[in-house]
Protein backbone atom coordinates (compact mmCIF):
# COMPACT_ATOMS: atom_id res chain seq x y z
CA UNK A 1 0.00 0.00 0.00
CA UNK A 2 1.06 3.84 -0.99
CA UNK A 3 1.33 5.90 2.23
CA UNK A 4 -1.46 8.18 0.31
CA UNK A 5 -3.50 4.98 0.20
CA UNK A 6 -2.61 4.35 3.94
CA UNK A 7 -3.62 7.80 5.12
CA UNK A 8 -6.65 7.58 2.94
CA UNK A 9 -7.70 4.15 5.02
CA UNK A 10 -6.70 6.21 8.48
CA UNK A 11 -9.00 8.57 7.53
CA UNK A 12 -11.96 6.44 6.87
CA UNK A 13 -11.05 4.65 9.80
CA UNK A 14 -10.88 7.62 12.00
CA UNK A 15 -14.41 9.63 10.89
CA UNK A 16 -16.31 5.81 11.27
CA UNK A 17 -14.79 6.33 14.94
CA UNK A 18 -17.00 9.01 15.24
CA UNK A 19 -13.79 11.22 15.68
CA UNK A 20 -14.09 13.81 12.87
CA UNK A 21 -17.57 15.76 14.31
CA UNK A 22 -18.97 18.33 11.60
CA UNK A 23 -15.99 18.23 9.96
CA UNK A 24 -13.94 18.66 12.21
CA UNK A 25 -9.94 16.61 12.00
CA UNK A 26 -7.19 16.60 9.59
CA UNK A 27 -4.52 14.55 8.53
CA UNK A 28 -1.62 14.24 6.78
CA UNK A 29 1.72 12.21 6.04
CA UNK A 30 4.95 13.05 4.79
CA UNK A 31 5.98 12.22 1.12
CA UNK A 32 8.61 12.89 -0.86
CA UNK A 33 8.98 16.29 -1.56
CA UNK A 34 6.26 17.13 1.46
CA UNK A 35 3.52 15.91 2.64
CA UNK A 36 -0.49 15.23 1.92
CA UNK A 37 -2.64 16.97 3.48
CA UNK A 38 -6.57 16.72 3.58
CA UNK A 39 -8.72 20.32 1.73
CA UNK A 40 -10.38 21.94 4.46
CA UNK A 41 -13.67 22.11 5.18
CA UNK A 42 -14.50 18.14 3.76
CA UNK A 43 -16.67 15.70 5.96
CA UNK A 44 -14.15 13.47 6.77
CA UNK A 45 -16.66 10.35 6.37
CA UNK A 46 -15.97 11.01 2.33
CA UNK A 47 -12.25 11.74 1.90
CA UNK A 48 -11.30 10.70 -1.23
CA UNK A 49 -7.87 10.69 -2.90
CA UNK A 50 -8.30 14.30 -5.04
CA UNK A 51 -9.29 15.97 -1.66
CA UNK A 52 -5.74 15.69 -0.70
CA UNK A 53 -2.97 18.06 -1.51
CA UNK A 54 0.97 17.93 -2.05
CA UNK A 55 2.23 21.05 0.45
CA UNK A 56 6.01 21.79 0.63
CA UNK A 57 7.60 21.90 4.39
CA UNK A 58 6.52 25.47 4.14
CA UNK A 59 3.22 24.59 3.83
CA UNK A 60 3.26 26.20 0.31
CA UNK A 61 0.24 23.67 -2.10
CA UNK A 62 2.24 22.36 -4.90
CA UNK A 63 -0.76 20.08 -6.51
CA UNK A 64 -3.93 19.19 -5.85
CA UNK A 65 -7.11 22.23 -6.02
CA UNK A 66 -9.41 23.77 -2.70
CA UNK A 67 -7.54 24.41 0.06
CA UNK A 68 -5.58 23.43 2.43
CA UNK A 69 -6.64 22.15 5.99
CA UNK A 70 -6.70 24.97 7.98
CA UNK A 71 -4.35 23.86 10.04
CA UNK A 72 -1.95 22.45 7.35
CA UNK A 73 0.87 24.78 8.63
CA UNK A 74 0.60 23.54 12.42
CA UNK A 75 1.13 19.89 10.19
CA UNK A 76 4.10 22.02 8.63
CA UNK A 77 5.69 22.52 11.25
CA UNK A 78 5.73 19.15 13.02
CA UNK A 79 7.21 17.88 9.74
CA UNK A 80 9.88 20.50 10.13
CA UNK A 81 10.03 20.27 14.07
CA UNK A 82 11.52 16.16 13.43
CA UNK A 83 12.49 14.58 10.67
CA UNK A 84 11.31 11.33 12.10
CA UNK A 85 7.61 12.13 12.39
CA UNK A 86 5.92 10.91 9.12
CA UNK A 87 2.30 10.80 9.86
CA UNK A 88 -0.01 13.84 11.56
CA UNK A 89 -3.56 12.75 12.43
CA UNK A 90 -5.77 15.07 13.97
CA UNK A 91 -9.23 14.30 15.76
CA UNK A 92 -12.05 15.77 17.58
CA UNK A 93 -13.52 14.01 20.25
CA UNK A 94 -15.95 14.12 23.34
CA UNK A 95 -12.65 12.88 25.47
CA UNK A 96 -10.22 14.98 24.17
CA UNK A 97 -12.05 18.09 24.09
CA UNK A 98 -13.67 18.01 28.11
CA UNK A 99 -10.08 16.72 29.63
CA UNK A 100 -7.73 19.16 27.77
CA UNK A 101 -10.11 22.12 29.21
CA UNK A 102 -9.90 20.39 32.63
CA UNK A 103 -6.09 19.96 32.73
CA UNK A 104 -4.26 22.75 30.95
CA UNK A 105 -1.41 21.67 32.27
CA UNK A 106 -1.23 18.34 30.73
CA UNK A 107 -3.28 14.66 31.91
CA UNK A 108 -1.01 12.28 33.63
CA UNK A 109 -1.17 8.58 32.85
CA UNK A 110 -0.78 5.79 35.16
CA UNK A 111 -1.07 2.20 35.60
CA UNK A 112 -2.66 1.78 32.12
CA UNK A 113 -1.69 -1.43 30.15
CA UNK A 114 -2.44 0.68 27.04
CA UNK A 115 0.57 2.58 28.21
CA UNK A 116 2.61 -0.11 26.11
CA UNK A 117 1.10 1.45 23.03
CA UNK A 118 3.01 5.06 23.14
CA UNK A 119 6.22 4.54 21.62
CA UNK A 120 9.48 3.83 23.48
CA UNK A 121 7.33 2.46 26.90
CA UNK A 122 7.32 -0.60 28.17
CA UNK A 123 4.99 -0.67 31.79
CA UNK A 124 2.04 0.45 32.92
CA UNK A 125 4.29 1.18 36.33
CA UNK A 126 5.40 4.64 34.57
CA UNK A 127 3.79 8.11 34.74
CA UNK A 128 3.27 9.20 31.29
CA UNK A 129 2.21 13.34 30.80
CA UNK A 130 0.02 13.45 27.58
CA UNK A 131 1.01 17.63 26.70
CA UNK A 132 -1.76 20.37 26.47
CA UNK A 133 -1.22 23.23 24.82
CA UNK A 134 -3.23 26.24 24.65
CA UNK A 135 -5.44 26.58 21.14
CA UNK A 136 -5.11 29.37 18.77
CA UNK A 137 -5.88 30.13 15.46
CA UNK A 138 -3.12 31.62 14.66
CA UNK A 139 -0.93 28.00 13.44
CA UNK A 140 2.40 30.02 14.18
CA UNK A 141 1.47 30.77 17.48
CA UNK A 142 0.18 27.25 18.07
CA UNK A 143 3.23 25.68 16.76
CA UNK A 144 5.33 27.60 19.45
CA UNK A 145 3.69 26.39 21.98
CA UNK A 146 4.32 22.51 20.33
CA UNK A 147 7.79 23.77 19.89
CA UNK A 148 7.81 24.97 23.94
CA UNK A 149 6.62 21.83 24.93
CA UNK A 150 8.54 19.73 22.47
CA UNK A 151 9.59 16.39 22.68
CA UNK A 152 6.03 15.01 22.44
CA UNK A 153 6.95 11.58 20.55
CA UNK A 154 2.92 10.28 20.83
CA UNK A 155 1.72 13.63 20.31
CA UNK A 156 -0.63 16.06 22.78
CA UNK A 157 -3.78 17.53 23.27
CA UNK A 158 -5.04 20.95 22.14
CA UNK A 159 -7.10 22.48 25.11
CA UNK A 160 -11.16 22.43 24.07
CA UNK A 161 -9.68 21.17 20.79
CA UNK A 162 -8.29 17.88 19.98
CA UNK A 163 -6.01 15.36 19.70
CA UNK A 164 -2.80 15.42 17.36
CA UNK A 165 -0.95 12.12 17.32
CA UNK A 166 2.34 11.59 15.62
CA UNK A 167 4.03 8.47 14.79
CA UNK A 168 7.31 7.86 12.07
CA UNK A 169 4.62 5.89 10.12
CA UNK A 170 0.77 5.67 9.71
CA UNK A 171 0.84 3.02 10.89
CA UNK A 172 2.37 3.75 14.32
CA UNK A 173 0.32 7.33 14.43
CA UNK A 174 -2.88 5.29 13.90
CA UNK A 175 -1.70 3.26 16.96
CA UNK A 176 -0.99 6.68 18.93
CA UNK A 177 -4.24 7.94 18.11
CA UNK A 178 -6.23 4.75 19.00
CA UNK A 179 -4.08 4.56 22.34
CA UNK A 180 -4.34 7.87 23.46
CA UNK A 181 -7.92 8.37 22.57
CA UNK A 182 -8.77 4.75 24.76
CA UNK A 183 -6.44 6.34 27.74
CA UNK A 184 -8.20 9.47 27.45
CA UNK A 185 -11.61 7.49 27.68
CA UNK A 186 -10.97 6.01 30.69
CA UNK A 187 -9.78 9.39 32.46
CA UNK A 188 -12.66 10.57 31.76
CA UNK A 189 -14.64 7.75 33.32
CA UNK A 190 -12.79 7.50 36.48
CA UNK A 191 -13.12 11.21 36.66
CA UNK A 192 -17.11 10.38 37.47
CA UNK A 193 -15.78 7.71 40.59
CA UNK A 194 -15.17 10.62 42.52
CA UNK A 195 -18.92 12.51 42.06
C1 LIG B 1 -15.30 22.12 12.18
S1 LIG B 1 -14.07 21.96 13.38
C2 LIG B 1 -13.11 23.46 13.22
C3 LIG B 1 -11.90 23.36 12.32
C4 LIG B 1 -10.98 22.32 12.85
O1 LIG B 1 -10.56 22.40 14.01
C5 LIG B 1 -10.60 21.17 12.07
O2 LIG B 1 -9.94 20.27 12.57
C6 LIG B 1 -11.01 21.03 10.65
O3 LIG B 1 -10.46 22.02 9.88
P1 LIG B 1 -10.11 21.76 8.33
O4 LIG B 1 -9.83 23.11 7.79
O5 LIG B 1 -8.92 20.85 8.34
O6 LIG B 1 -11.29 21.08 7.72
ZN1 LIG C 1 -9.18 20.77 14.57
Redesign the pocket.
Known sequence: MTSKDELLTAIAWAAAQGWTP?????FSARVEGGYLV?A???DKTRIQADDLLLCDLDGQVLKGSGKP???SDLHAALYRLDEQIGCVL?T?TVASTVLSRRFPDGIALNGFEMQKALQGNTTHDATLCLPVVPNSQDMDVLAAHVRDAWPMPWGFLVAG?GIYAVGRSVAECRRHLEAIEFLLACVLEESRWSQ
Do not use: K, M, Q, V
Open positions: ATGGNTSGRSAEHHH
